[in-house]
């Protein structure tokens, strides 16, 4: 405020702008410059040295030799790769599809049904009992299940031999006709609490009264939950999706302890066949081949999946103006 004397001997008070300290643009890249340093040495560094290492002929010991596209070349002609990457859809059909559908139909259930006739407490009761597999070490879940699916005395087999369906038991994890589908399974119960929390926090922000319309409109829950809940919380489905879709493709830790790729690589996906590669058959240069190939595939996809819902979101935006 500045404060001026009139004519007459009055003081005039006139308002004026406060200023302030202009903070300088550059600073702010001070901020990100941990992070940056961060992505740069634990992600940028190692992949172009694991690139490197991929075009040369190497065991682990001694000097690298230039092989140049000589590794990519054989990974073209490897069936062990090619089947790798089949048993990998598999594993995105586990998941990502059947968790997102689950996980859908599970956090409108507890949203509409559980937490309006039982309570709130109720619903959080049960999302955090589906959600449990996600905190718990993959290498105990394995351990669990694996004991759970034990050909002899296994939980599983006892509980078919006891309802009398003894003609089903199985040698889940060691037939390799069914090993994959084993796997596949314990893989839903892991990963369907986290597209269970994701939905059910995204139907906390739609508005009650779309429901409240569309029921004075006659609207049943299915018509709710298609016409309302789906375009509502399409956000969310498109970050599960991607998000399981990677988790998918760079499995590791479940498939090692449950059945390490067996049984005949029945199980076998790219990052435990690229460890096998690295670490057993100290096929270093090989290896290293796989892990770039798989490397870019998921760049791709997180890329492809970030333009799609780029492409959505702004389509919504526009019939919305």
């Known amino acids: 405020m500045t404060v001026t004397v009139e004519r007459g001997g009055r003081v005039a008070h006139t308002p004026h702008e406060v200023r302030h300290p202009r903070r300088p643009r550059d600073s702010y890249a001070l901020f990100l410059l941990p992070g940056v340093l961060a992505f740069l040495t634990v992600i940028?560094?190692?992949?172009?040295?694991?690139?490197?290492?991929?075009?040369?002929?190497?065991?682990?010991?001694?000097?690298?030799?230039?092989s140049g596209l000589a590794n990519y070349r054989e990974l073209l002609d490897d069936s062990e790769f090619w089947a790798s990457f089949r048993h990998s859809l598999f594993m995105v059909l586990a998941m990502a599809a059947v968790p997102?559908?689950?996980?859908?139909?599970?956090?409108?259930?507890?949203?509409?049904?559980?937490?309006?006739?039982?309570?709130?407490?109720?619903?959080?009761?049960?999302?955090?009992?589906?959600?449990?597999?996600?905190?718990l070490p993959i290498a105990v879940a394995g351990i669990v299940w694996s004991w759970?699916?034990?050909?002899d005395n296994g939980s599983l087999n006892e509980l078919l031999k006891a309802v009398h369906l003894g003609s089903l038991q199985q040698d889940w994890l060691g037939d390799p006709d069914i090993a994959l589908y084993s796997v596949m399974g314990v893989m839903?119960?892991?990963q369907i609490g986290f597209p269970l929390v994701i939905f059910m926090a995204g139907l906390q922000r739609v508005d009650p009264q779309l429901y409240e319309a569309a029921e004075l409109d006659g609207a049943g829950w299915w018509r709710r939950f298609w016409h309302i809940t789906l375009p509502q919380i399409r956000p969310?489905?498109?970050?599960?999706?991607?998000?399981?879709?990677?988790?998918?493709?760079?499995?590791?830790?479940?498939?090692?302890?449950?059945?390490?790729?067996?049984?005949?690589?029945?199980?076998?996906?790219?990052s435990y066949f690229s460890f096998t590669t690295f670490f057993e058959k100290t096929q270093v240069g090989y290896g290293a081949a796989i892990s770039t190939v798989l490397t870019v595939i998921i760049l791709a996809l997180a890329l492809i999946g970030l333009k799609l819902q780029t492409r959505a979101e702004d389509a919504e935006e526009g019939l919305r103006t």
């Open 44 to 66: 940028v560094v190692p992949f172009l040295m694991n690139t490197g290492v991929s075009f040369t002929d190497w065991q682990g010991v001694g000097s690298p030799k230039w």
């Open 100 to 135: 997102t559908v689950l996980g859908l139909v599970l956090a409108a259930a507890l949203f509409d049904f559980v937490g309006k006739h039982f309570g709130t407490k109720t619903a959080a009761v049960l999302r955090a009992c589906f959600y449990l597999p996600q905190v």
């Open 148 to 151: 759970i699916l034990a050909p």
């Open 188 to 190: 839903v119960w892991v």
């Open 236 to 270: 969310e489905i498109y970050v599960v999706l991607l998000w399981c879709t990677i988790a998918a493709l760079k499995v590791f830790g479940a498939v090692y302890v449950l059945t390490k790729g067996g049984p005949g690589g029945a199980t076998d996906v790219p």
